[in-house]
């Protein structure tokens, strides 16, 4: 089974480092969504992979951490085989903001999601950066507001900064950033793409994202032209 891989624990002290060697990828015989696809992001670098809705971007997210698993071809973190790895630590070391899930239970719950010993000062700290601070310390029970399955009372946009500062929180080594962009405006997007810039020495970035203008603003781009 996928989740029994291996027992071997990454080593992130140096960062971490994602290598896909003729990787391919199909939901069905008849559907090639990755084939053959192979690149190197170092650590600490910042890229973007560029492409549209069900070019494979997703997946791609999924197959590094290891949700599902190459049809030929291997991946490497760290230099070592994904099949190798323990992907619970794995895990440990990656943020991932994806499609909005929120749990029905209070703003601080929904950003620590079970993890524990986390200092109140850093969740204040990645509120304000995402400028969700303000807003959230003007609701008359601050984070232990309760949020409906929908994330209200934020709005959307807002509920996509939460995904962020979920991601954010763990002081990751690995970011992966999957389509949370896409949907923001302009103001918020500005601020941040400056704050994944400031970030540039803490971790390993990998955004996904089918808007153009997004991706232009990374000097590295894997692009996917599948349909």
């Not at 943020?95 to 993890?115: F, K, M, P, V």
């Not at 232990?144 to 962020?164: D, N, V, Y």
């Amino acid at each position: 089974a996928q989740e029994t891989y291996g027992q071997h624990d990454l080593n992130v002290s140096n960062g971490i480092e994602i290598k896909f060697s003729n990787v391919s990828f199909n939901f069905s015989p008849h559907v090639k969504l990755i084939e053959n696809l192979s690149f190197t992001i170092k650590p600490l670098q910042q890229i973007c992979v560029f492409g549209c809705s069900g070019s494979g971007k997703s997946t791609i997210a999924e197959l590094i951490t290891g949700l599902r698993t190459p049809h030929q071809g291997y991946i490497e973190i760290n230099g070592i085989n994904i099949r190798e790895l323990n992907l619970a630590q794995v895990r440990q070391h990656i943020g991932y903001a994806g499609q909005i899930e929120i749990i029905e239970t209070s703003i601080l719950d929904n950003i620590l999601i079970g993890r524990s010993g986390i200092d109140i000062d850093k969740v204040s700290q990645v509120l304000k950066d995402l400028n969700l601070y303000d807003i959230i310390f003007r609701l008359p029970n601050g984070l232990e507001t309760q949020l409906t399955p929908s994330g209200a009372p934020f709005s959307f946009q807002q509920a996509k900064l939460l995904m962020l500062a979920r991601a954010l929180l763990c002081e990751p080594k690995l970011v992966i950033i999957d389509e949370i962009l896409d949907g923001l405006d302009a103001l918020h997007l500005t601020k941040v793409l400056n704050l994944l810039a400031e970030h540039r020495n803490d971790f390993t970035l990998i955004v996904m994202t089918r808007i153009e203008t997004i991706a232009k603003n990374f000097e590295q781009q894997i692009t996917l032209n599948n349909v």
